[in-house]
């Protein structure tokens, strides 16, 4: 910015009197310097608001002031006005393409070089507030599509846990009515069989001889293999069973409503009830051998958060985690995955009043270009319909804008990724 006033630059001391007492009677600050070093010096030590530059002088002469102060970006923009008595057009021409924005012949004209220095100090005047118009438009724009951008996110994050909420509710409660019947019925079906078992042997002891046919009957049933097969059918269906329960609750932990304010949540089973969404894209197919999930759980208290928003979290990362290491195993045989097996490592420890979760894979990692965007809206490094490039957006809004963490990703290509997420734990403790 300037500081108001107009620089005259001239040798010739009547010169310097007679313009800058004209400038002056038009209300405007004057400073002068002698010669073209004088000049530098000057304007170096405090930029004007345009410079009135005489060409011929001894030393630096105008032209190479000129070429000097545009060619520093701290100085380029100030208006330069050749004064001269110069007049073949070749110096004209030569001072315009070096920046200048006017000429004024000498002798000069009083009442024409005050206009000219007026209407440049205008356009200057006209041009900084036109700048800082677009600079201050453009931070606008820039906030409104940040603005619109967390807003598109959470209408989306909104949509997906809405959505995915619903269902996994829905299949909890759905499996709840037939498995309480199973459970509920798997005990007296023990104590039915035990019931027959025993009348089939208080008749076997009453009648010791049943005839040909029961006999043939009882050998043909093996009534020793039911005695001995029938109970650990029982305790198959009653493990199966739990297990059904099992799955139903982590169902309904994964999928527990957020409401518009944070509680008490254990960070460990939405972990878990993650991975048991997840499982059936961990188990082992035809192509490679199962994907390994350990588990490293420190001592957390519990979390003051919103649990689905955080399950949300972990489900994305740990869905993309899997989709990492199956494309480190295209091309891989069976033999050699199951010789360096995939692995992905969960990570939990207290670290002073934040809880730190690390999520590893042993993949392909990423190159510096991919991992500094990864978190950028709408950007993803999958294919046409396998990404949307909003899930980790999401993931990085969730934490950071509703739960006062970080999120951050640790990779190099060709040694696997890790995420780390800290979450502020507040004033719960176990």
């Known amino acids: 910015m300037s500081n108001g006033f107009i620089l005259v630059v001239d040798d010739n001391p009547t010169n310097l009197t007679v313009i800058s007492q004209a400038l002056r009677t ?11 070093e004088d000049a530098l010096s000057k304007v170096a030590q405090n930029p004007p608001e345009l410079i009135l530059l005489d060409v011929q002088m001894p030393g630096i002469d105008g032209f190479e002031v000129c070429k000097q ?32 924005v006017d000429y004024i012949a000498k002798p000069f004209e009083q009442q024409e070089a005050l206009a000219r220095v007026r209407v440049h100090l205008q356009l200057r005047h006209l041009t900084q507030t ?30 997906k846990m809405s959505a995915l909420g619903n269902l996994v509710a829905g299949v909890a409660h759905e499996i ?36 040909a046919e029961i006999e043939n009957e009882l050998e043909t049933v093996n009534l020793d293999y039911l005695r001995e097969d029938l109970p650990k059918l029982v305790k198959a269906m009653r493990d199966g069973s739990d297990r059904i329960v099992s799955i139903s609750r982590s169902l309904s932990t994964f999928s527990r409503a957020d409401t518009d304010r944070k509680h008490a949540f254990n960070l460990h089973e939405g972990i878990d009830s993650t991975i048991l969404i997840l499982r059936h894209r961990l188990k082992d197919d035809e192509h490679r051998p199962e994907i390994q999930v350990l588990m490293d759980y420190g001592n957390l208290p519990l979390v003051e958060c919103f649990p689905g928003q955080l399950n949300q979290v972990f489900m994305n990362i740990l869905a993309n985690a899997i989709d990492a290491v199956d494309e480190l195993n295209q091309g891989r045989s069976f033999t050699d995955i199951e010789s360096n097996p995939n692995r992905i490592t969960i990570k939990t420890i207290l670290v002073g009043k934040q809880v730190q979760i690390s999520i590893a894979d042993n993949g392909p990692g990423m190159p510096e ?5 990864i978190f950028d809206h709408l950007y ?29 990703v640790n990779s190099e290509f060709g040694k696997g990724a890790t995420f780390i997420i800290k979450i502020p734990v507040l004033h719960h403790t176990f």
Request: aromatic residues 4%; contains cysteine; charged residues 20%.
């Open 69 to 100: 102060l545009k060619a520093d970006k701290a100085t380029s923009d100030i208006p330069i006005i050749f004064m001269t008595a110069l007049s073949d057009t070749d110096s004209k021409v030569k001072g315009l393409a070096l920046g200048a």
């Open 26 to 36: 038009e209300g405007w600050q004057v400073r002068m310097a002698v010669d073209g």
């Open 369 to 373: 270009e991919v991992r500094s965007r």
């Open 380 to 408: 993803t490094t999958k294919t046409v319909g396998k990404g949307t490039g909003l899930g980790l957006a999401i993931a990085q809004q969730i934490i950071e804008k509703k739960h006062g963490g970080t999120i951050e």
């Open 176 to 211: 709840n009515n037939p498995i309480g019947c199973v459970v509920g019925n798997v005990s007296a079906v023990e104590a039915n069989i035990r019931d027959l078992f025993g009348v089939i042997d208080l008749y076997g002891k009453h009648f010791p001889n049943p005839g």
């Open 130 to 159: 036109l700048e800082q118009q677009v600079r201050d438009r453009t931070q606008a724009l820039s906030q409104a599509l940040e603005e619109l951008q967390h807003s598109h996110l959470q209408v989306i994050q909104s949509e």
